[in-house]
């Protein structure tokens, strides 16, 4: 669930409130936003927030605040019930961002650190969480950006969150190309995906099973196949129309990911391709590959 939330409006002061499940990584996003300009300030009583945030944006710094099942006087209703009260402060422009995360994904995280759930102090850490789940399902559902951190790292997130909560950015549309392999799954947090399946599997020539699309061999065998020049032109064309409008429509991060069979050969020289194309034409972009070196023939 995304709502696009313009932020670089210099009159009103960027308010983030930051929630989520214990372990999506709400510390990791606050420590992003404040190194990107914001004031970070993690688990405020609901009781003090309103007295941090001056009436004027003149005397005002971004800023972005945690709030989850730990906070003092919590309470799903409550959250919602504040934030929406500072929108309708002409001087601030709140959103709200929740990190969502699979829960085998949770479990191995706390495992692994050995830290305690917070709602499992008596109970299963798998108890633990869905009570969690359950606590925090009305804020999900009213949240303006959702990000699953299921499969993330902190690099990954910082990409997503400078994307969405840049302040020196201007009226502008950051690109996130990726190439993926089906076999393992569709990047979370997808805007658009491409299936290019449909273009001849260079993985069957054993001259070309050892590389990979950012060959140039791969490529001219890619471009050989007969439907490989209509489908990047009618690509183009069709991103040639939908860029302008998102951005237009305020939308600042947009992730177009492009998939085939390993992940190896066709859906990295289409990414290639294309990051190369947003480039030229101008618009910010960033690639990356997930899957490439996940297998070895």
């Given at each position: 669930m995304t709502k696009e939330i313009a932020i670089s409006d210099k009159k009103r002061t960027p308010i983030i409130f930051v929630s989520g499940l214990s372990g999506a990584g709400k510390s990791s996003a606050l420590k992003v936003l404040e190194d990107i300009g914001y004031e970070a300030v993690d688990n405020l009583?609901?009781?003090?927030?309103?007295?941090?945030?001056?009436?004027?944006?003149l005397k005002s710094v971004?800023?972005?605040?945690?709030?989850?099942?730990?906070?003092?006087?919590?309470?799903?209703?409550?959250?919602?019930?504040?934030i929406k009260k500072l929108r309708r402060r002409s001087s601030l422009i709140s959103s709200f961002l929740f990190l969502d995360c699979d829960d085998y994904v949770l479990i191995r995280r706390f495992e692994e650190t050995r830290r305690r759930h917070?709602?499992?102090?008596d109970r299963s850490v798998t108890d633990g969480i869905y009570f969690e789940r359950e606590l925090l399902k009305e804020l999900r559902q009213y949240a303006d950006i959702c990000i699953d951190t299921s499969e993330f790292n902190i690099g990954a997130l910082k990409r997503l969150l400078s994307g969405h909560f840049g302040l020196t950015k201007g009226a502008s549309l950051s690109i996130f190309v990726i190439s993926f392999s089906f076999k393992i799954g569709i990047p979370r947090n997808s805007d658009i995906v491409l299936d290019v399946r449909f273009l001849s599997n260079p993985y069957y020539n054993r001259t070309l099973r050892k590389l990979n699309g950012r060959d140039e061999q791969v490529r001219k065998f890619l471009e050989n196949d007969e439907g490989y020049k209509s489908f990047v032109s009618s690509l183009k064309e069709l991103l040639e129309i939908l860029l302008p409008r998102y951005r237009d429509e305020g939308k600042s991060y947009l992730t177009i990911a492009l998939g085939c069979s390993g992940g190896r050969h066709r859906s990295v020289a289409i990414a290639e391709f294309l990051a190369d194309w947003l480039e030229t034409s101008g618009w910010p972009r960033s690639l990356e590959h997930r899957d490439l070196e996940k297998f070895n023939s």
């Amino acid at each position: 669930m995304t709502k696009e939330i313009a932020i670089s409006d210099k009159k009103r002061t960027p308010i983030i409130f930051v929630s989520g499940l214990s372990g999506a990584g709400k510390s990791s996003a606050l420590k992003v936003l404040e190194d990107i300009g914001y004031e970070a300030v993690d688990n405020l009583p609901l009781s003090l927030v309103e007295r941090i945030i001056p009436r004027s944006p003149l005397k005002s710094v971004p800023l972005a605040l945690g709030i989850d099942s730990r906070t003092r006087d919590f309470s799903a209703e409550k959250v919602v019930h504040l934030i929406k009260k500072l929108r309708r402060r002409s001087s601030l422009i709140s959103s709200f961002l929740f990190l969502d995360c699979d829960d085998y994904v949770l479990i191995r995280r706390f495992e692994e650190t050995r830290r305690r759930h917070p709602m499992a102090i008596d109970r299963s850490v798998t108890d633990g969480i869905y009570f969690e789940r359950e606590l925090l399902k009305e804020l999900r559902q009213y949240a303006d950006i959702c990000i699953d951190t299921s499969e993330f790292n902190i690099g990954a997130l910082k990409r997503l969150l400078s994307g969405h909560f840049g302040l020196t950015k201007g009226a502008s549309l950051s690109i996130f190309v990726i190439s993926f392999s089906f076999k393992i799954g569709i990047p979370r947090n997808s805007d658009i995906v491409l299936d290019v399946r449909f273009l001849s599997n260079p993985y069957y020539n054993r001259t070309l099973r050892k590389l990979n699309g950012r060959d140039e061999q791969v490529r001219k065998f890619l471009e050989n196949d007969e439907g490989y020049k209509s489908f990047v032109s009618s690509l183009k064309e069709l991103l040639e129309i939908l860029l302008p409008r998102y951005r237009d429509e305020g939308k600042s991060y947009l992730t177009i990911a492009l998939g085939c069979s390993g992940g190896r050969h066709r859906s990295v020289a289409i990414a290639e391709f294309l990051a190369d194309w947003l480039e030229t034409s101008g618009w910010p972009r960033s690639l990356e590959h997930r899957d490439l070196e996940k297998f070895n023939s």
